[in-house]
């Protein structure tokens, strides 16, 4: 079936560091694609999105790119910090004016001092 | 007020056992959501409410009922529960009608159904 998913479970990282998270995906009718992170104990926290028919958006410290030739989505976070420990997860809204998230399997990004 | 709440933060039931989660936001948001988190496991959505009407209900079983009594607040009642329900149950809320925007949401509750 359709799904979004992730290529790596688990990210190490020194602080100071880029860390770059992965998602593929497999349907192409979504119209957003959405990172979330969620620390441990926490509901997901939205991070940044991006219209299907954008390839690259910046927030502050994230960069998310999309690739819709490879279904290939990416969160790029410069200077990664302890506080960006948690759990990472992509999804994309199928829902069109209804906010119908499906979420990938998520990825751990440890950071270490 | 950017916050969802949730109460309880936890809950243990018996699988005979009638409870209700509650979950409220004062942001204007006109839709809410609730979803269901397994221990490492991305959310699964369960129900969507827009304009304090039921719009998705995603083959959820009947023991899960969800509710909706003003624009501010969502409950999901529960009932006869089995113990692979036990998870993390997520609400959150966002603008209502545009399909993208800043979906908030709250801690959870951590329900343990015994």
């Known amino acids: 079936g359709e799904s979004v998913g992730l290529h790596l479970p688990t990210l190490s990282v020194q602080e100071g560091d880029n860390s770059i998270i992965n998602c593929a995906y497999s349907?192409?009718?979504?119209?957003?694609f959405i990172w979330y992170k969620q620390e441990s104990g926490k509901g997901p926290q939205f991070i940044i999105d991006?219209?299907?028919?954008?390839d690259k958006r910046q927030g502050q410290r994230v960069t998310v790119l999309l690739n819709k030739t490879v279904k290939h989505l990416s969160l790029q976070i410069a200077a990664t910090q302890p506080g960006d420990s948690a759990v990472y997860f992509c999804?994309?809204?199928?829902?069109?004016?209804?906010?119908?998230?499906?979420f990938g399997k998520g990825t751990l990004l440890t950071v270490n001092p | 007020d950017t916050e969802v709440t949730q109460t309880p933060k936890h809950l243990v039931m018996g699988m005979t056992n009638k409870k209700s989660l509650k979950c409220e936001q004062h942001?204007?948001?006109?839709?809410m959501y609730w979803y269901k988190q397994k221990a490492k496991k991305p959310p699964e959505l369960m129900f969507v409410?827009?304009?304090?009407?039921?719009?998705i209900n995603e083959s959820v079983p009947s023991r899960f009922s969800p509710e909706c009594p003003n624009s501010s607040l969502l409950n999901l009642h529960l009932h006869a529960l089995q113990p692979e329900d036990s998870a993390l149950y997520l609400c959150?809320?966002?603008?209502?009608?545009?399909?993208?925007?800043?979906?908030?949401f709250g801690q959870g509750t951590r329900l343990t159904v015994v």
């Open positions: 999804a994309e809204n199928r829902g069109g004016s209804n906010y119908k998230l499906t």
């Open positions: 349907n192409s009718a979504s119209d957003y």
């Open positions: 409410y827009s304009y304090e009407k039921l719009s």
């Open positions: 942001m204007g948001h006109r839709a």
């Open positions: 991006i219209r299907s028919n954008m």
């Open positions: 959150a809320s966002s603008q209502a009608g545009t399909g993208r925007g800043e979906a908030f």
